[in-house]
T-cell receptor, first 112, second 112 residues
Framework: ETGVTQSPTHLIKTRGQQVTLRCSSQ?????VSWYQQALGQGPQFIFQ???????GRGNFPPRFSGLQFPNYSSELNVNALELDDSALYLC???????????FGQGTRLTVV | AQKVTQAQTEISVVEKEDVTLDCVYE???????LFWYKQPPSGELVFLIR??????QNEISGRYSWNFQKSTSSFNFTITASQVVDSAVYFC?????????FGTGTRLKVLA
């Protein structure tokens, strides 16, 4: 176990809806990264938050947004859901941006 | 650009056979880290090994061994005497700065 907790574990949403995924980072970790893993693919970097500020972003549209809270937990928000957003969403926390990341078990999102 | 290639999509072996998973990477960074992760059906990425770009020593951990060769930009993973519990998807990843670049993964099936 990595100490990184994600909720919910599974979720089904309808196209066009909005969704919020949550991540509790490991104790002492101030950095959270989010990844999208489509079926049969490797995880793709969405963005990273460090001390409540976005610290880097991958090639994802603005409808993917995030937040990091003072306790360093994080949310991933996706607006206007599309069918292609169906994936496993992984959260990873680390002690600092360049340090090793520890991954949670993921949230499996299905968009119908 | 950074890239990780895992050319083997799926490998099937019979229990007790040795198996090697290939990983080739591309990066212009002089300092970088390479990783291997195991992903069981539950979805969580399980950390197996980290190797930095300045350490080309091969490593052995029980039935697992890793061969890092900068000259060929490869970081291959060998499982000796495979077991059914080794069945999973294995990802090779590269980290230059703050984000991980994953390969597409190799699904290993170990048959009893």
């Amino acid at each position: 176990e990595t100490g990184v907790t994600q909720s919910p574990t599974h979720l089904i949403k309808t196209r066009g809806q909005q969704v919020t995924l949550r991540c509790s980072s490991q104790s002492g970790h101030n950095t959270v990264s989010w990844y999208q893993q489509a079926l049969g693919q490797g995880p793709q970097f969405i963005f990273q938050y460090y001390r409540e500020e976005e610290n880097g972003r991958g090639n994802f549209p603005p409808r993917f947004s995030g937040l990091q809270f003072p306790n360093y937990s994080s949310e991933l928000n996706v607006n206007a859901l599309e069918l292609d957003d169906s994936a496993l969403y992984l959260c990873a926390s680390s002690p600092a941006p360049l340090e090793e990341a520890f991954f949670g078990q993921g949230t499996r999102l299905t968009v119908v | 650009a950074q890239k990780v290639t895992q050319a083997q999509t799926e490998i099937s072996v019979v229990e007790k056979e040795d198996v090697t998973l290939d990983c080739v990477y591309e990066t212009r960074d002089t300092t970088y880290y390479l990783f291997w992760y195991k992903q069981p059906p539950s979805g969580e990425l399980v950390f197996l090994i980290r190797r930095n770009s300045f350490d080309e020593q091969n490593e052995i951990s029980g039935r697992y061994s890793w061969n890092f060769q900068k000259s060929t930009s490869s970081f291959n993973f060998t499982i000796t005497a495979s077991q059914v519990v080794d069945s999973a998807v294995y990802f090779c990843a590269l980290r230059g700065t703050y984000k991980y670049i994953f390969g597409t993964g190799t699904r290993l099936k170990v048959l009893a």
